[in-house]
Every structure is written in structure tokens, then in C-alpha cells.
């Protein structure tokens, strides 16, 4: 008796919770990520990156002394360490039509999510990418 | 002239009050901690990720849905409708939770947040231990006399 | 269910007293460095409760912004010590986790993660830091809103052009909120100009960058 009444009720209370979970969802769509925890359409391989040809601009998230010993050609270094003083430089190259993408050494590094992250919330760009596989993924593609 | 009865009665009422505000308290928790985590889902999904047990999409669907559950069921257990379900539910989600803490940290994985959000992110984990074990044994305790048939009656 | 409860508990006991090697104070810590600190650091401290000396064979950071360092190599048996994590804060802003891996030979105990959260204070929120119009785009105002958190009350923001071929003019609108309306003097040829925003009473200077770019796009 006392089983089955459980039952029924933990059952109606599961359903129930649903609908407000449900209505949330809908509220929340487009600010959620549902497949990966970097939305999908932020980031890039290799390959999509280079067939953009000339209006990407590569964007260097890694430390200074990292940069300087190589970095993608023509990629122009900003991260969060001199962020003030690198942004002007990049926003010069920058244009509406242009396609950023950032990247750090691998896929574990976390700095080009959060420069990307940055420029596109405070600087509000549009067409920021993060690079899948980062500088070493660049390496790799190279040979 | 029939006072043992009567104070029998009084002892019995006294402690179903002292019952029904462990059953508020218990309930009041549950809200609490749902409430908490109604309001920012994104980052009860990488709570949840943390714990490196379920796919990401599954966990932002529960990241939906659970905290609506708490807050239904810590209703439950406050109102007394649907109480029966609400604690066997509850009881289980803690035992779940508790299960994934440890295992999180057996396997080296750091997690100070967990049922009450961000905003228990300066606990350790002892504290977080102690406090679920606490609600867990209250949960079992309300369990044991629903089980006993005491006020059975009353549970809808 | 009170099998359950047992087992729960001999479990917990079993986890805890798993660990005969190196216990740590903390394996997280949380930092509130201010506003002028320029590094977060975040003292790790351990002590070997086991009877045979600890060594470590690695001590990784997560990011090329933390550098973290052990006193010593090997831990004798019942000695104490401490990882220092020093995070740069650079100009980084938010709430940044930061983790360091520790390998050791124990073999209860091989690798632990440390986790450095340094909650970074932000006196001002400016949206958006960059404005601009496209080449031969009419030259209309663009407004910034420039937000004093909370904790940081601004009673006056001081803002200053780098360049006289932008205008900016700061106002006040309650509530701790600021509009400042920027525009240029013409949009013909690509000038630049940084905003040097600074709240009253305050050592902390913030930017914002207005520009015209070489393509005919509204923002």
C-alpha cells in the first residue's frame, strides 16, 4: 500500500518538475551551450581557418616569449597579461567583414577561449572563433 | 482523572511538532538550494561537469531540471502533499550526491561546490560531507517513523 | 536502509584513511587580491603523515600566468612544507581558476590538483570597449555605458581622448552608471583614438578604443 502511494507520488513530483525545467530551457536556449561547454559554432579547425584565406586575422593567446619565438605568420599577439596595451593594435587591423581567430599552444590551454571570450563580449566583434588544437594543431597541419 | 492518557497525548503531540519543523527545516533546504541554482543553470551545468561522471548535454539538462525537483519536493515535505514521494526522492538525490563526492574525490578531483551552488564555494569538503550526511540522516529519520506507520495518516 | 547507512560510512572511513602520505591543508584555495595587487599567491601547505619520505616528480600549472613552486624535492617523513602558487594577474579580470598538478611517488597518492581561485575585483564594466563606424559611415555619436560594481561607488568618471578627432563627452545617469557618447570628427580618412577612462578618487585607469575601419558596416 504505503509502496505503491510512494511510488505514484515520486512519480507525479518527477512530472511536475519538468514543466518549470521545460519553461527555462526555452528561456535560456540560445544562452546555453547544449553540446559542448564552448558553444560548437565558436570554434575552428586548421583547415576551415586557412580557406578563409586572407580575411582571417590570427590572434596569439599565449605568452609573450612563446609568441616570439614563432607564432602563425601575420598573427598579431593579445592576451591577458598586456591586454590594454595589445588591443589598439589589433582593433586596427580589424574589420567587420575580417574572421578572428584565436589560438594558445593546445587544446588544453585555456587562453584563447578567454581572450576570445573577451573580445567578444566587451569589445562586442562578431566572427570570433577559437582555434581547435591550438599552436599545435597549426604544427601539425604544416607538414 | 484519566491523566496518563492525557500527557501520553501531550508527549505525542509535542513530538509531532518537533517532527513537523524537522520536516520544514529539511524541506526549507531543499528550496534553498533549488532556488540558488534556478538562477544561474550555466553554472550548476559546470558544477556538474566537474565531477567528470556524465556528458555535457546531459548535464545541462539536469542542470535544468534537478533545482525545480528540490524546490518541489522541499514543498513536499513542508505542505505534506505528495510528502511520501518528495522524501523517498530527496533521500535518493542525497545518496546519489554523496556517492559522486566521494568518488570525485577518490579520484583527485577538486569540488567545493555542490547542492547549494557558488555559494557554498568556500567550503571544504569535510564541512560539505558533514552538512549532507546531516540532511541525509534527517531525511532517513523522517523515513523510519513515516515507515513505522506513526502518522501515516497524515502523509498524503 | 540501515545497511546502507553502514556501508556509506565504512566507505567514507575506508576514502579518508586511504591517504598515508602527504595530507594537505587545503587543495583549494580562494584569493580577493585588490585592486593595485599586481600577483595572487596561494600557499599550499602539506605535511608527510606517512612513514616513508615523499618525493615530487612533477609540479605542472595549468596556464603560462602561474608559476608554482615546491621548497623542497623529497619530504621527509613528519616534515611539513608548502607548494607557492603565484598567479600574475596581468589584466585578467572575473573570477580566474587556476590549477597546479602534483605528481608524487606515493602510491596512494600520485596526483593531486590544487586549485587557485583568485577572484578579481572589477571596479568598472564598460560596454562595449570598442566603438566604431565604417569608412564614410555618417558621423553619428556611439554611446558607451560604463557600470561602477557595487562594492566600488564612482562619483565622477574623468574621460580623455587620446585624439582631437574624437569627441567624448561623460554622463551621468544615477545608479552608479555612466553614458559616455563618443563621435568623431569625420569619417573619411581611418583615425583612432583611446579613451582614457578614470573614475574620481581612483589609481585603477581603464580604456575603451574608438576607430573608423576600412569597410562601409554598421556596428
Known amino acids: ?143 | 482523572m484519566n491523566d496518563a492518557p492525557t500527557i501520553k497525548h501531550q508527549t505525542s503531540n509535542f513530538l509531532n511538532f518537533v517532527w513537523r519543523i524537522v520536516d520544514v527545516i529539511v524541506g526549507g533546504i531543499f528550496i534553498y538550494a533549488g532556488a540558488i541554482k534556478v538562477f544561474d543553470p550555466v553554472q550548476f551545468a559546470i558544477d556538474i561537469d566537474n565531477y567528470k561522471i556524465l556528458p555535457w548535454p546531459i548535464g545541462v539538462g539536469l542542470a535544468f531540471y534537478l533545482p525545480w525537483l528540490e524546490i518541489l519536493c522541499g514543498l513536499a515535505l513542508i505542505l505534506r502533499r505528495l510528502y511520501l514521494g518528495g522524501l523517498s526522492i530527496l533521500t535518493g538525490l542525497v545518496a546519489v550526491f554523496l556517492v559522486a563526492t566521494i568518488a570525485a574525490k577518490v579520484r583527485g578531483l577538486d569540488i567545493t561546490c555542490g547542492c547549494f551552488g557558488h555559494a557554498s564555494q568556500n567550503w571544504n569538503f569535510s564541512a560539505h560531507l558533514a552538512l549532507d550526511l546531516a540532511i541525509l540522516g534527517a531525511l532517513l529519520a523522517l523515513s523510519f517513523r513515516v515507515m513505522s506507520g506513526n502518522r501515516l495518516q497524515d502523509a498524503v | 536502509m540501515k545497511t546502507h547507512i553502514f556501508a556509506f560510512t565504512l566507505s567514507i572511513v575506508l576514502c579518508l584513511t586511504a591517504r598515508a602520505g602527504l595530507k594537505w591543508d587545503q587543495t583549494a584555495i580562494e584569493l580577493h587580491p585588490t585592486v593595485t595587487d599586481k600577483q595572487a599567491i596561494g600557499h599550499f601547505k602539506y605535511e608527510n603523515t606517512g612513514d616513508k619520505p615523499v618525493k615530487f616528480k612533477s609540479v605542472k600549472t595549468s596556464c603560462g600566468c602561474t608559476a608554482a613552486q615546491t621548497q623542497k624535492e623529497e619530504v621527509p617523513a613528519g616534515e611539513k612544507g608548502e607548494i607557492t602558487a603565484t598567479f600574475n594577474i596581468g589584466e585578467r579580470t572575473g573570477t580566474q581558476v587556476k590549477t597546479v598538478t602534483v605528481e608524487t611517488d606515493d602510491p596512494a597518492n600520485v596526483t593531486t590538483v590544487l586549485t587557485l581561485k583568485a577572484v578579481i575585483p572589477q571596479q568598472l564594466e564598460i560596454t562595449p570597449t570598442f566603438v566604431f563606424w565604417g569608412q564614410g559611415e555618417a558621423p553619428k555619436p556611439k554611446t558607451i555605458v560604463v557600470r561602477a560594481a557595487k562594492d566600488f561607488p564612482v562619483k565622477h568618471l574623468k574621460v580623455t581622448s587620446s585624439s582631437p578627432d574624437f569627441r567624448a563627452k561623460v554622463e551621468e545617469t544615477g545608479n552608479g552608471q555612466f553614458k559616455i557618447d563618443v563621435q568623431p570628427q569625420e569619417t573619411n580618412r581611418l583615425i583612432a583614438s583611446t579613451l582614457t577612462i578614470q573614475p574620481e578618487d581612483s589609481q585603477k585607469i581603464f580604456y575603451a578604443t574608438a576607430r573608423i575601419t576600412n569597410a562601409r558596416a554598421v556596428q
Request: glycine share 4%; charged share 25%.
Open chain 1, 1 to 143: 500500500m504505503v509502496k505503491s502511494s510512494l511510488v505514484r507520488q515520486a512519480l507525479i513530483l518527477v512530472a511536475l518538475a519538468f514543466v518549470p525545467g521545460f519553461v527555462q530551457a526555452i528561456f535560456f536556449w540560445d544562452k546555453v551551450s547544449w553540446r559542448s561547454p564552448v558553444p560548437a559554432s565558436e570554434m575552428v579547425t586548421v583547415t576551415q581557418a586557412r580557406a578563409w584565406g586572407e580575411n582571417t586575422i590570427w590572434v596569439d593567446a599565449r605568452p609573450d616569449n612563446e609568441f616570439a619565438r614563432d607564432h602563425v605568420p601575420g598573427a598579431l599577439p593579445l592576451n591577458e597579461d598586456r591586454w590594454s596595451e595589445l588591443l589598439p593594435q589589433f582593433l586596427a587591423a580589424w574589420s567587420p567583414e575580417k574572421k578572428v581567430v584565436v589560438y594558445c599552444s593546445s587544446e588544453g590551454c585555456n587562453a584563447s577561449r578567454e581572450v576570445a571570450h573577451r573580445l567578444h563580449k566587451e569589445a562586442q566583434l562578431a566572427n570570433v572563433f577559437v582555434l581547435e588544437g591550438g599552436w599545435e594543431e597549426w604544427l601539425k597541419e604544416k607538414r
